[in-house]
């Protein structure tokens, strides 16, 4: 992932802020989705399967950033690998706060 990320902002055109408002939103945003998607996969699946659930958390989080930029970039925007760092820094943040408390209320 970090190799995407580098050959993405190797060619970013967006003259963006490491720092603002909606890196905040871009962080939180993805943060929600690789926790809701972890919490799901837990609550449909039946084994303890945490590192399946992790990379689905993940998958799905990296592909709304992803799916965010690409729209962007569709609507004349430019695609801001500034934006997918921080989407790819919340999904992992929120994945590791996820399963920090499921393991603490999981197990026995």
Same mark, same amino acid.
């Given at each position: 992932?970090?190799?995407?990320?580098?050959?993405?902002?190797? /060619?970013?055109? +967006?003259?963006?802020?490491?720092?603002? !408002?909606? %890196?905040?939103?871009?962080?939180?945003?993805? =943060?929600?989705? &690789?926790?809701?998607? /972890?919490?799901? +996969?837990?609550?449909?699946?039946?084994? !303890?399967? %945490?590192?399946?659930?992790?990379?689905?958390? =993940?998958?799905? &989080?990296?592909?709304?950033?992803?799916?965010?930029?690409?729209?962007?970039?569709?609507?004349?925007?430019?695609?801001?690998?500034?934006?997918?760092?921080?989407?790819?820094?919340?999904?992992?943040?929120?994945?590791?706060?996820?399963?920090?408390?499921?393991?603490?209320?999981?197990?026995?």
């Amino acid at each position: 992932m970090v190799v995407v990320v580098a050959a993405i902002g190797g /060619f970013t055109k +967006a003259e963006d802020s490491w720092v603002g !408002e909606d %890196k905040f939103y871009h962080f939180t945003a993805s =943060m929600v989705v &690789s926790q809701a998607s /972890f919490a799901s +996969a837990a609550w449909l699946d039946d084994e !303890e399967s %945490k590192l399946a659930w992790s990379g689905l958390a =993940m998958g799905i &989080s990296t592909s709304v950033g992803l799916g965010k930029e690409l729209f962007d970039l569709s609507q004349g925007r430019p695609f801001s690998g500034k934006d997918l760092t921080w989407d790819l820094a919340g999904g992992l943040a929120g994945l590791g706060v996820t399963i920090l408390v499921y393991s603490l209320v999981a197990s026995p």
